[in-house]
């Protein structure tokens, strides 16, 4: 089993910064893709961005260019790194992991106001 602990979110203005992590309870190492997916109020979970065990990454087309995800096998850690915050970013973000399932963290909370 799998445990996934998101940090980081939070209130920010239009055009701030945020950068959230994902801690999980394995060795990372282990897991080929570590994602991030967000879901707004009335909207379905979308994918944000992922990550490879090699460091390939992906971006949604909405993120592309302001989001950056990144890892640390070393501590078990992915990041999201989010700048030019636009208030259509808010949402809950959730990271995600599939090893002998799906996994999903609890979420962390994300507003951006104009």
């Known amino acids: 089993q799998v445990q996934l602990v998101e940090s980081g979110g939070g209130l920010v203005q239009a055009g701030g910064s945020l950068r959230l992590s994902c801690k999980a309870s394995?060795?990372?190492?282990?897991?080929?893709?570590m994602g991030w997916y967000r879901q707004a109020p009335g909207k379905q979970r979308e994918v944000v961005a992922s990550?490879?065990?090699?460091?390939?990454?992906n971006y949604a087309d909405s993120v592309t260019g302001r989001f950056t995800i990144s890892r640390d096998n070393a501590k078990n850690t992915v990041y999201l790194q989010m700048n030019s915050l636009k208030p259509e970013d808010t949402a809950t973000y959730y990271c995600?992991?599939?090893?002998?399932?799906?996994?999903w963290g609890q979420g962390t909370q994300v507003t951006v106001s104009s």
């Open positions: 394995v060795n990372i190492l282990w897991l080929n893709v």
């Open positions: 995600k992991v599939n090893w002998d399932t799906d996994y």
């Open positions: 990550i490879t065990s090699g460091g390939k990454t």
